[in-house]
Nanobody, 124 residues
Framework: QVQLVESGGGLVQAGDSLRLSCAASGRSFSMYGMAWFRQAPGREREFVAAISRSGTNTAYADSVKGRFAISRDNAKNTVYLQMNSLKPEDTAVYYC?????????????????WGQGTQVTVSS
């Protein structure tokens, strides 16, 4: 069982930066591939970024590539999402998710655990 708690959201202006954190409780954090998703009002939840167990491998949605960076600190049981050059269209609730992985590849497919989300609002 893994519990995920996101933090770091807020209201910023276009062009600003923000770093989200996701703290995981439970054992064996390093055995989980992690990801960030987001959901804007009236839209479906969409993939943002993912990272493998060790942090070696990452993947990004085209819409955030070059602006966002996912990372993790397995000693702190935490995964991060550094968001730079924010745009109004990045406004959404951001969710952290975890998937048990037997290999150190980027997690793809169904995630087993989800956080409660943190709101990010970017004003123009």
């Amino acid at each position: 069982q893994v519990q995920l708690v996101e933090s770091g959201g807020g209201l910023v202006q276009a062009g600003d930066s923000l770093r989200l954190s996701c703290a995981a409780s439970g054992r064996s954090f390093s055995m989980y591939g992690m990801a960030w998703f987001r959901q804007a009002p009236g839209r479906e939840r969409e993939f943002v970024a993912a990272i493998s167990r060790s942090g070696t491998n990452t993947a990004y949605a085209d819409s955030v590539k070059g602006r966002f960076a996912i990372s993790r600190d397995n000693a702190k049981n935490t995964v991060y999402l550094q968001m730079n050059s924010l745009k109004p269209e990045d406004t959404a609730v951001y969710y952290c998710a975890a998937m048990w992985k037997y290999t150190d590849s980027v997690p793809r497919g169904s995630y087993e655990y989800w956080g409660q989300g943190t709101q990010v609002t970017v004003s123009s």
